[in-house]
């Protein structure tokens, strides 16, 4: 078992409902040494009061907390880095969970790939009342995919190793909608491991940053980091090439975030990369395998309605045969008979001549 070090900063704000279930998922890991820094961001309900129970029950070696005024959700992550001792660094929103083991074992995998910067699992996506709604899939970051799709793969359960995150900087406060995806692109020549376990769980509900408040301003902001981008000298070709589906893509999120029926289904999670790339979610991937099995069973019905038809078509070629080969023979017998009755009309006029 893995003996690396983990810090995960759970940064909060008017989450009293969900919190406590985010942090217990982390305290509860069984992975040592870990700890867990909680920071409110300056909340309006009880999650200061919250916090303080939960720090009264629980070592102080694996849990901690702060409190500032509310400064969003990129300063108080950076902040939860800055005071972290672990020399893996992972955060969770306040209203997603990590599954049991799943620090233990992502610690594992990154340790085994000594190369590795950034390890992330599989997840499932619930609703209010934990119920399974869907299974994200992602697959194997690349930064052109990430901008192709608008969207970066790590997700709940993601670790960096401190040395990624001394390289890179914590996350860019200029960014209020976006400033994990900027994150995760602003390292380009990172490498990033999935792991393909469900270890996290990310819970959908009106109220989370995923679906409310984007709108005109998010978009803003995507096409401001995709310029950011764009502008430096030094970009890959393979990012290059993308450029202008990097730009569609992100006219496709906002027009859905807009549209918000589209955005307020409880699967719309990925909803754009199922749709752009790779399938990762299981229930989009489901439902395009059930699309193909129609496809395939009305493929087979309609090669047996031809293959009908074909036979159909033969035995009326051979009926047409029989047809052609009886109408030689009557026009045969018609021509016999013919020359017979010529043959008989000469005998019967024959005599009358001679005499």
């Not at 159909?312 to 045969?332: H, S």
């Amino acid at each position: 078992m893995s003996t690396t070090s983990v810090s995960v900063i759970v940064p909060t704000f008017n989450r009293i409902g969900f919190v406590e279930t985010a942090i217990t998922s982390v305290i509860e890991q069984d992975h040592e040494p870990l700890e867990v820094i909680a920071i409110d961001d300056g909340s309006t309900d009880d999650t200061a009061r919250l916090l303080a129970a939960i720090a009264r029950r629980t070592d102080p070696a694996r849990f901690r907390w702060f409190r500032h005024e509310n400064v969003g959700q990129a300063a108080t992550i950076n902040r939860g880095f800055e005071v972290s001792t672990g020399d893996l660094l992972g955060y969770l929103s306040s209203d997603d969970y990590l599954l049991p083991g799943a620090v233990s074992r992502l610690a594992e995998a990154i340790d085994a790939r000594p190369e590795v910067d950034v390890v992330y699992p599989w997840f499932r996506v619930v609703d209010l009342q934990d119920r399974e709604v869907d299974t994200m899939q992602p697959i194997e970051h690349s930064f052109a995919r990430s901008l192709a799709w608008a969207a970066a793969q790590p997700g709940v359960g993601a670790l960096v190793r401190r040395e990624y995150y001394e390289r890179i900087g914590g996350w860019d406060t200029r960014y209020k909608f976006v400033p994990d995806f900027e994150w995760w692109l602003r390292s380009r020549d990172a490498r990033f491991l999935c792991v393909p376990t469900v270890l996290g769980a990310f819970r959908t509900h009106d109220g989370s940053m995923t679906a409310r408040g984007y709108e005109l301003e998010k978009l803003r902001e995507r096409i401001r980091l995709l310029d950011q981008i764009y502008e430096a000298e030094d970009l890959p070709e393979d990012a290059i090439a993308v450029k202008h589906q990097a730009y569609a893509a992100a006219l496709i999120v906002s027009a859905l975030v807009l549209d918000g029926p589209a955005m307020l289904r409880d699967d719309r999670r990925f909803l754009v990369e199922d749709r752009l790339g790779p399938i990762w979610s299981r229930r989009a991937r489901e439902g395009s395998a059930r699309g193909w099995l129609l496809l395939a069973g009305a493929l087979r019905s309609a090669e047996g309605q031809l293959s009908a038809a074909l036979q159909k078509v033969e035995q009326l070629e051979q009926a047409l045969t029989v047809l052609e080969d009886a109408g030689r023979w009557r026009e045969e017998c018609i021509a016999t008979m013919k020359a017979e009755i010529e043959t008989l009309r000469a005998l019967v006029n024959a005599p009358s001549q001679s005499a």
